[in-house]
């Protein structure tokens, strides 16, 4: 007697929910179904920059002892992950996370308290738009277009309603799975917008191994803090927690581009910016006031990153501020790294 595949047997589970579930998870998790290290893989994941952000908070710590750690400009945590160990040894339990993108905090707060039903709606979308009209898992690129098209009209239909909840959440790190490089545009409102365009269809693996690993991941790291989440202007998070000594900021704001002489033309005056290398995007964020969130730096204990725009190693220097340079490299696969872009940091 022949034997099925995978294909046919998760077809054939596909017409009972339950039973579905149970054969996806099966199938999967024996062999792929492990911890993720991010919730969305890109080029700038702070989780490469693990072992100096872990060196500074180290140093920091010799001379302070903090209670509380906010993340100003929270994204995908990759800061927060990469200092987690950290923050758990020294007993640094409040965790304040602040993103413009209210869709990106409940996407959080959701992971947090609600990953089974996110992981439930996750597989009902397999099933009932992969698996079912499909009669596989591995779909071609052509067809993954028209899926990932109808996930797009769904999360932008949500997004304009306000509508953000577990299918929002599910859907984002659905959609970020086939986005170029797991990067998204937001506008200053925090809205997303998503490429129709499909990059790579090799990520159908990444996308259908992982997404429930990583879920489960930062649901069991989130409920080891007690964490606060907040979605508003960075400035107004300032104004509530600044001169607090035993708070310790972590500031990862949107890359000023290198072409961005127009932000403050008499600062700009006598600086070139032909030596830098790399970090041009911003993520649409054109007039993000980086020197107002540089000027707020004299009031806390911070981690800061951005690229060294001559700009903004002005300002550090202007207001006599610690730095250290070093080299993160823009690569999402270690297969590619000897190729990856090297840019430089502060």
Not at 128 to 148: G, H, N, R, S, T
Not at 174 to 195: E, H, P, W, Y
Not at 286 to 295: A, K, P, Y
Not at 314 to 325: E, Q, V, W
Request: include cysteine; proline fraction near 1%.
């Amino acid at each position: 007697m022949q034997s099925l595949s995978t294909n046919q047997i998760l077809f054939n589970a596909s017409f009972s929910k339950d039973e579905f579930k149970k054969t996806y998870l099966a199938a999967i998790e024996a062999k792929f179904g492990k911890k993720q290290e991010t919730i969305v893989s890109y080029p700038g994941g702070k989780l490469k920059m693990k072992k100096e952000l872990n060196e500074i908070f180290t140093e920091m710590t010799k001379t302070n002892k903090f209670n509380t750690y906010i993340d100003g400009f929270f994204g995908m945590g990759g800061s927060f992950k990469a200092l987690s160990d950290a923050l758990l040894e020294h007993q640094v339990k409040e965790i304040i996370v602040n993103d413009i993108s209210r869709c990106i905090i409940i996407m959080h707060k959701c992971i947090r308290d609600y990953a089974d039903e996110m992981i439930e709606y996750y597989l009902e979308r397999i099933r009932c738009d992969i698996v079912m009209p499909y009669q596989k898992l591995f779909i071609a690129a052509e067809d993954l277009i028209i899926v990932k098209k109808k996930w797009i009209a769904e999360f932008e239909s949500l997004q304009k309603d306000k509508k953000f909840g577990i299918e929002t959440s599910t859907l984002f790190i659905m959609l970020c799975a086939f986005n170029f490089s797991g990067v998204v545009q937001t506008n200053k409102k925090g809205d997303i917008r998503f490429t129709q365009k499909l990059f790579c269809i090799n990520n159908i693996k990444n996308f259908l191994f992982n997404t429930i690993g990583r879920i489960r991941t930062f649901n069991e790291l989130y409920n080891k803090f007690d964490m606060k989440f907040y979605s508003s202007d960075y400035f107004a998070l300032f104004q509530n927690y600044q001169y607090k000594t035993d708070t310790l900021w972590n500031i990862d704001t949107v890359y000023l581009k290198e072409d961005y002489s127009e932000y403050k033309k008499a600062d700009m005056e006598n600086i070139k910016n032909s030596s830098i290398v790399g970090c041009t995007c911003n993520y649409g964020q054109n007039d993000f006031d980086h020197i107002g969130v540089l000027e707020t730096l004299k009031n806390i204990n911070f981690i800061y990153n951005n690229n060294t725009h001559p700009l903004v190693y002005h300002y550090i220097k202007k207001l006599n501020l610690p730095y250290k340079k070093f080299i993160r490299h823009e690569a999402i696969n270690d297969n590619i790294k000897e190729n990856a872009k090297a840019s430089q940091n502060l």
